[in-house]
């Protein structure tokens, strides 16, 4: 029952998916379905079978998608869940994803602890005024450059996104999608007023 429910809200979620293919859309319904009944699990442990673990390694490597499309599918999701709510807020945050040292990895940054390496994490989530969380409208995932350890090296870390003396402009330009999002929940919400004024309005026409 459980299993079915999971998958039931997973479609539902990502119902304006669109991978490019039928079968890629499927392959992250069940990945997400699966790894979100055992969040606390790694992927070997949360999916049994070995070839379905191979499969979701295979999807993750897919250079023929984006997972920020991944992201937009629950972006639209959320957008739905605000709407008929008078007040919403939107909120914002970056933390940081830690990897453990191996031998040969790519794609990693510097981040805030010394030494260690992983990624930055921008997320901007829309919560109710009741304090629940109604889901994510962006989401920007970077890996940080690596910087020489000389003098002044920690206050460039707590800083910067990059060298010394370079403005991480780039941050805000590629969020303003995010905020362009956010307005259009203050949209919804005006038009929802507009609707309401215009109903009680009629209402009071008709009783006279």
């Not at 639209?76 to 970056?94: H, I, P």
């Not at 889901?135 to 995932?141: A, D, E, R, S, W």
Request: charged share 35%; hydrophobic share 30%.
């Amino acid at each position: 029952m459980r299993r079915r429910k999971m998958k039931e809200w997973v479609s539902s979620e990502l119902k304006t998916l669109d991978l490019g293919d039928k079968r890629l859309n499927l392959r992250c319904q069940k990945i997400v379905s699966d790894l979100s009944e055992h969040p606390e699990q790694s992927v070997p442990q949360a999916i049994a079978e070995e070839s379905q673990v191979q499969a979701c390694y295979e999807f993750w490597a897919n250079r023929h998608y984006r997972g920020q499309q991944i992201i937009e599918a629950h972006r639209d999701a959320t957008l739905e869940r605000v709407k008929g709510r008078k007040v919403v807020l939107v909120v914002q945050d970056t933390t940081e994803i830690e990897f453990a040292p191996k031998k040969g990895r790519r794609g990693l940054g510097s981040i805030s602890k010394q030494g260690a390496e992983g990624l930055k994490v921008h997320n901007t989530l829309v919560v109710s005024d009741e304090g629940v969380p109604l889901g994510l409208i962006g989401q920007k995932v970077w890996a940080r450059e690596k910087m020489r350890r000389s003098k002044g090296y920690q206050e460039r870390i707590r800083k910067g996104d990059g060298e010394p003396g370079v403005k991480v402009l780039w941050r805000g330009i590629e969020r303003l999608e995010d905020y362009v999002t956010g307005w259009k929940i203050g949209q919804i919400q005006e038009t929802k007023k507009e609707q309401t004024k215009e109903r009680k309005k009629k209402e009071r026409t008709k009783e006279r």
